[in-house]
């Protein structure tokens, strides 16, 4: 299993990141996927998480009506569209998956929101 991430960076407050997690090494369509944050000195937060088809989604409260989380079964890619960010939105975000193997997590990738 791998999962590689992508899109992050640094941004102003206000803006958009869009985050990528591409997906590989076992069926993606079959199992729901999370986006997870580490802030320093802080524990790793669930942040999205997505039903394997997309039917259904959650949030943290701390992201709810600014971050989507949306998945593309034919490409084997999860998102997360991050929009109207904020100081503290700042970390390493992670892609995540439980599978009936274990579960894994991807690499991260840095978020950094400053002005």
């Known amino acids: 299993v791998q999962l590689v991430e ?3 960076g640094l941004v102003q407050p206000g ?3 869009r985050l990528s997690c591409a997906a590989s090494g076992f069926t993606f369509s079959s199992y729901a996927m999370s986006w997870y944050r580490q802030a320093p000195g802080k524990e790793r937060e ?3 998480a ?3 088809a997309g039917g259904s989604t959650n949030y943290a409260d701390s992201v709810k ?3 989507s989380i949306s998945r593309d079964n034919a490409k084997n890619r999860v998102y997360l569209q991050m929009n109207s960010l ?4 700042t970390a390493v975000y992670y892609c995540y998956v439980y599978t009936v193997g274990g579960d894994y997590w991807g690499q ?5 929101v400053s002005s």
Not at 86 to 89: A, C, G, R, T
Not at 108 to 112: I, K, N, P, S
């Open 6 to 8: 992508s899109g992050g």
């Open 15 to 17: 803006g958009s990141l």
């Open 46 to 48: 669930l942040v999205a």
């Open 50 to 52: 997505i039903t394997s």
């Open 65 to 67: 009506g600014r971050f």
């Open 86 to 89: 904020k100081p503290e939105d």
């Open 108 to 112: 991260g990738t840095q978020v950094t």
